[in-house]
C-alpha cells in the first residue's frame, strides 16, 4: 500500500474510535441554552427544515462532513454514505482528495451514480491547491461531480503529521485564485481547529461566501496524527497540542454578521445540539465521526437510523422554540454561559438576542 493509501486507512480505523475525542475542550454548543416556546402554535407537521448551502438546496441543514477517500475500504464507505444522503436529501463531503490530485487514486471519490441530487463536496488542502493549476482543480471537481470544493485550513494537523506540510504561505493568493476562476463555489474549511473572526474577514474580502468551521470540541485531527507519529518528540508535540483550538460555538459565534453561510461542523453530535448551533448563525451543520461510527457498527441501515433520530431531534427543538423554519430560529433569543460568550465579538449583532 502507497503511503498516502496507508495514512488514509489510518484515519479511517483511528476515526472508528473514541481515541481521538478531543480530551477536554467542548465545543462550547453546552454553554448554550434554547429558549423554550409553550404556546409554538405549530404543528410538528408545519415544520420546514429545508435551507441551502453552497447554492444547492437541502431538505434538512445536515451534511455527512468529510471524513475519507484514496484507499479501497473508502469505496464502500462513501458510496453507502452518499446513497443515505440521497435518501434524506441532505450533503455528502469527500474526505481530502490530495490521492485523486496527486496520484491519481479515485478510490472513494465516485458517488454520483448513488446520489444524483445530492449537494457533493469536494476537498483538497490549501497547500496543494496553491500548488496545482487550476484547471487541474477543476478537473478534480468534474470527475467527482462536485457541486463545490472545500479547500481546507490544517497547519496544526499537517505539523504534526509524519508526512505533513511545512510551508503554509500563498493561502490567500491561492484562495483568491480559486474564487475567481473555479466553475464551482470555494468552501473555506478548518480541520478540528476551527475559524476565526480574522480569518472569516479576509476570505470573505476574497469573495469567499461559504465556510466550515470544522471547530475543537469533535474529532482532535492533530490527535488523529499523534497517534500515528513516532514515539519521539513529534508525539509529544502532539499530546501538547492535542486539544488545541477555537470550539464550534466559539467559531459560529466568531463569524456572526460577516454575511458567511455556515457549516457548523466539529463535535455535534445530535440534533439538539444541531439546534444550537443554528440558533447561533449556522445555516447547517456537519457531522463526521458520529456517523461514521454507526456506519461501522451498522451498515447503511445503521446510519440511517442515526440520520432519522438527529433530524427527530432537530424538527422537535425547532417546534419547542416556536420556530417553523432554520432561518427562524436563527431569530430566537438565547441564553449564553459564560465560557461561550467570551468569544462573542463586542457588537456583533448575535449580541442583541441574549437575554
Known amino acids: 500500500m502507497s503511503d498516502i493509501k496507508a495514512r488514509k486507512a489510518d484515519h479511517i480505523a483511528l476515526c472508528e474510535t473514541d481515541k481521538v475525542a478531543f480530551q477536554q475542550k467542548t465545543n462550547l454548543l453546552d454553554d448554550l441554552e434554547l429558549v423554550h416556546d409553550a404556546l409554538p402554535e405549530l404543528s410538528?407537521?408545519?415544520?420546514?427544515?429545508?435551507?441551502?448551502?453552497?447554492?444547492?438546496p437541502l431538505k434538512a441543514p445536515l451534511i455527512i462532513a468529510a471524513m475519507t477517500g484514496g484507499v479501497e475500504r473508502a469505496e464502500a464507505i462513501?458510496?453507502?454514505l452518499a446513497e443515505v444522503a440521497e435518501r434524506h436529501g441532505i450533503g455528502f463531503g469527500f474526505g481530502s482528495q490530495r490521492p485523486l490530485l496527486e496520484k491519481g487514486i479515485g478510490l472513494g471519490y465516485q458517488v454520483r451514480e448513488q446520489a444524483p441530487s445530492t449537494l457533493i463536496l469536494g476537498n483538497i488542502g490549501i497547500v496543494q491547491a496553491r500548488e496545482a493549476s487550476t484547471a487541474a482543480l477543476a478537473e478534480l471537481v468534474a470527475v467527482c461531480g462536485a457541486d463545490a470544493l472545500c479547500v481546507h485550513l490544517n497547519p496544526a494537523m499537517e505539523v504534526i503529521q509524519p508526512e505533513g506540510d511545512r510551508d503554509f504561505r500563498g493561502g490567500l493568493e491561492t484562495i483568491e485564485r480559486l474564487v475567481n476562476e473555479l466553475p464551482v463555489p470555494v468552501v473555506v474549511k478548518e480541520t478540528g481547529c476551527g475559524l476565526s473572526r480574522s480569518v472569516g474577514q479576509r476570505v470573505k474580502a476574497l469573495g469567499v461566501a461559504w465556510v466550515d468551521t470544522s471547530g475543537a470540541?469533535?474529532?482532535?485531527?492533530?490527535?488523529?496524527?499523534t497517534l500515528r507519529a513516532p514515539a519521539d518528540g513529534t508525539r509529544e508535540l502532539g499530546q501538547r497540542f492535542w486539544d488545541w483550538g477555537i470550539p464550534t460555538g466559539a467559531s459560529v459565534a466568531q463569524l456572526d454578521g460577516l454575511g458567511l453561510g455556515i457549516c457548523a461542523t466539529g463535535g455535534v453530535s445530535d440534533g439538539l445540539m444541531a439546534a444550537r448551533a443554528i440558533a447561533l448563525g449556522a445555516t447547517c451543520v456537519g457531522v463526521a465521526r458520529p456517523f461514521l461510527q454507526a456506519w461501522a457498527a451498522g451498515g447503511p441501515d445503521g446510519l440511517d437510523a442515526a440520520i432519522l433520530r438527529f433530524l427527530d431531534e432537530l424538527r422537535l427543538a425547532l417546534l419547542l422554540t416556536g420556530s417553523r423554519t432554520p432561518a427562524e430560529l436563527r431569530q430566537k433569543p438565547l441564553v449564553v454561559g459564560p465560557r461561550l460568550d467570551r468569544w462573542i465579538p463586542r457588537g456583533a449583532p448575535l449580541r442583541e438576542r441574549i437575554l
Open 44 to 56: 410538528l407537521d408545519d415544520i420546514d427544515m429545508s435551507t441551502s448551502f453552497a447554492g444547492k
Open 217 to 225: 470540541g469533535g474529532t482532535s485531527w492533530v490527535g488523529v496524527e
Open 78 to 80: 462513501n458510496r453507502e
